[in-house]
């Protein structure tokens, strides 16, 4: 039997939809409210989940190339541009309808879906004050496969100084002052999310915003 393509997909089934039922409570004006994703509305997060199940490798390696080499412009302009193209009812309804396929593009690693389901949950669900619980069973293994990523930036090494450690289960990295907070705060930081967004606290607070703006 093959391995997945998707890991923990049961898992990240769940997730998405879980956020396509938060997505059906919100109001008209919410839609266009700014996402912890910097420059992308919320409408904007949903396009993105919406089209990861559809997109084709060639396709984004097309869309990489007219960006001349820049993977996160090409994200975001295929994600406005699905966003213009689709109301947000029929992407929450796209979302639900291949929220258990088991596919990527090539180029993705099994985890980078689980990764990406966990991140902009929280984009969508923080800014507009809703409550979505990370579970920390999910977060850890999504933490461990960020830390050390180069598309991620290397968390391990932005964050060199200072120890990231989890409250609510037994995950932690680094050595210096403290960095505390969920799992999934954890991992929003990790992904380049504000202190302020991601909630962690600890005397290594401040020194983890100012790697984050360097």
Do not use: K
Not at 110 to 123: G, N, R, T
């Amino acid at each position: 039997m093959p391995e997945p393509r998707v890991a923990m997909l049961p898992e990240v089934a769940a997730q998405r939809h879980a956020l396509a039922d938060l997505l059906d409570t919100l109001h008209h004006d919410e839609w266009e409210a700014p996402s912890l994703c910097a420059g992308w509305t919320v409408h904007d997060v949903l396009a993105h989940l919406a089209l990861s199940t559809r997109q084709s490798t060639v396709g984004m390696a097309l869309r990489i190339l007219r960006a001349r080499g820049d993977f996160d412009r090409a994200e975001a302009r295929a994600a406005r541009e699905r966003a213009a193209a689709h109301p947000p009812a029929t992407l929450t309804a796209q979302l639900r309808e291949t929220a258990a396929l088991d596919r990527r593009v090539g180029v993705s690693s099994p985890w980078d879906p689980l990764v990406d389901v966990l991140v902009h949950s929280q984009d969508v669900a923080r800014p507009l004050r809703r409550r979505l619980p990370t579970p920390p069973e999910l977060a850890v293994p999504a933490l461990q496969h960020v830390w050390s990523n180069v598309f991620y930036g290397r968390p391990s090494r932005r964050f060199g100084g200072v120890r990231l450690v989890a409250t609510d289960t037994a995950w932690a990295e680094g050595a210096g002052p403290e960095v505390r907070g969920t799992a999934g705060d954890l991992l929003l930081l990790a992904t380049g999310r504000s202190v302020s967004a991601s909630g962690v606290t600890g005397p290594g607070a401040g020194e983890a915003a100012a790697r984050l703006r360097s």
